[in-house]
Each structure stands twice: as structure tokens, then as C-alpha cells.
């Protein structure tokens, strides 16, 4: 009963912004941290960002190819967490997913088209 579901990904110049959500249904979402990927064509599918539960207070990775431009965040009202992009590169250009490790089973979202031209 697991579901993850993305969206707001969509065509954007380079140097624009997106944001993007994926709403989890299906388990207690405040109690497991959460994962952006992304997928370019003949890539490996590589993390983005990762964002813990609040147990500990939240704790926060990027990639280094999207520090000082992504931020990930959450809102366990909401059961949703967010991946906010800015200065968007064409290699950006990707399927982003979220994912969620739940009793050491990874959950997937559907994934959602991110492409940035001019």
C-alpha cells in the first residue's frame, strides 16, 4: 500500500527554478527518511538529496553537483517532501524519483520528467 507519487517536473530554460513534490501515502511518513534521485538517458540513476526523519533533528545530504542550488525539504503534515531547484543546468536534465527505505524494502515513485534547454 505503499505509494509515492512526484510531480512539478516540466520543461525549464537554464537558470530557472522548479519544485518538486512527491506525496507518500501508505505508511507513517514522519518516521522514515527520504531520498531524491535522478535518472539522465544512459545513466546510472544517481541520489540527489536525502532527508532524515525528525528523531534526532533533521539531517540533510546533497550531491555535490546540486549543493547551493537544490533543497530538500518536508513536511510530515503533509506527508510530502519537496526538492526545490534553482540555477537549473541542462545536465539537470532527468527523471527525478523519490524514495522511501521502509523495513529495508525500497519504495519507489513513478518518477517525474525534469528538462532544462534553452
Known amino acids: 500500500q505503499v505509494q509515492l507519487v512526484e510531480s512539478g517536473g516540466g520543461l525549464v530554460q537554464p537558470g530557472g527554478s522548479l519544485r518538486l513534490s512527491c506525496a507518500a501515502s501508505g505508511f507513517t511518513f514522519s518516521s522514515y527518511a527520504m531520498s531524491w534521485y535522478r535518472q539522465a538517458p544512459g545513466k546510472e540513476r544517481e541520489l540527489v538529496a536525502t532527508?532524515?526523519?525528525?528523531?534526532?533533528?533533521?539531517?540533510?545530504s546533497y550531491a555535490d553537483s546540486v549543493k547551493g542550488r537544490f533543497t530538500i525539504s518536508r513536511d510530515n503534515f503533509k506527508n510530502t517532501v519537496y526538492l526545490q531547484m534553482n540555477s537549473l543546468k541542462p545536465e539537470d536534465t532527468a527523471v527525478y524519483y523519490c524514495?522511501?527505505?521502509?523495513?529495508?524494502?525500497?519504495?519507489w515513485g513513478q518518477g517525474t520528467q525534469v528538462t532544462v534547454s534553452s
Open positions: 524514495k522511501a527505505v521502509i523495513r529495508f524494502e525500497d519504495y
Open positions: 532527508i532524515s526523519n525528525y528523531n534526532y533533528g533533521i539531517r540533510i
